[in-house]
């Protein structure tokens, strides 16, 4: 079996909770903090921590405003992020794909 297949899976996609947000984001325009809680299960602390890596890989764009006076924040997949979406999903594809046989 090639396990070389590992060394090109995209290690900033690849953790669950972060997969989880890019998936969520991958299919609506932008999604806001409360949103993205809801549909993953995951606490503020994990979304604010993972969200911090995925805008540091340039995946993500995150955007801080005030609704009246409440602070809003909101997240979008970059075009760079949506594309490693994609290569991530190919490669995964193929290596369970390999699995089957």
Known sequence: MDTSW????????????RLSM?????????ADFVFLQRQTGLTGGNISSHM??????????V??????KRPNTSF?????????????CDRMKKVLGDLAG
């Open 22 to 30: 890019l998936a969520c984001l991958y299919v609506v325009e932008s």
């Open 76 to 88: 979008q997949l970059t075009e760079p992020g949506r594309k490693a979406m994609e290569v991530y």
């Open 52 to 61: 911090s890596k995925l805008e540091e890989a340039g995946y993500v764009k």
């Open 6 to 17: 590992h060394n090109s899976i995209d290690k900033v996609i690849h953790e669950p909770a």
């Open 63 to 68: 955007e801080k405003t005030f609704v009246g």
